[in-house]
Nanobody, 124 residues
Framework: QVQLVESGGGLVQAGGSLRLSCGAS????????MGWFRQAPGKEREFVAA????????DYADSVKGRFTISRDNAKNTVYLQMNSLKPEDTAVYYC?????????????????WGQGTQVTVSS
């Protein structure tokens, strides 16, 4: 079993930055693909970014490409999401997820463990 805990959310003005962290207990994350998803009120949970365990290749949703950066520190068993140039439409609960099979898909169904989420609110 893997327990994922997100932190770093908060309230920020448009154009600002936040860094989300996802820590894990129970197992090492080093062999898992890790992803970030988000869910705004009244909307489906959507893919934001993913990073593979092998060579740390990355994938981003078009809406965040060039503004967000996903990274991992396997020694700290932590994954990060650096969010720059934030927009009001980035407001959502952000979830960290682990894919234990190592694929790089964008579907929620491909991820096996989820955190509880952290709220990000961007004011205009």
């Amino acid at each position: 079993q893997v327990q994922l805990v997100e932190s770093g959310g908060g309230l920020v003005q448009a154009g600002g930055s936040l860094r989300l962290s996802c820590g894990a207990s129970g197992r090492t994350l080093s062999r898992y693909t890790m992803g970030w998803f988000r869910q705004a009120p009244g909307k489906e949970r959507e893919f934001v970014a993913a990073i593979s365990w092998f060579i740390s290749s990355t994938d981003y949703a078009d809406s965040v490409k060039g503004r967000f950066t996903i990274s991992r520190d396997n020694a700290k068993n932590t994954v990060y999401l650096q969010m720059n140039s934030l927009k009001p439409e980035d407001t959502a609960v952000y979830y960290c997820a682990a894919n234990i099979l190592g694929g790089m898909g964008r579907s929620r169904d491909g991820y096996h463990y989820w955190g509880q989420g952290t709220q990000v609110t961007v004011s205009s």
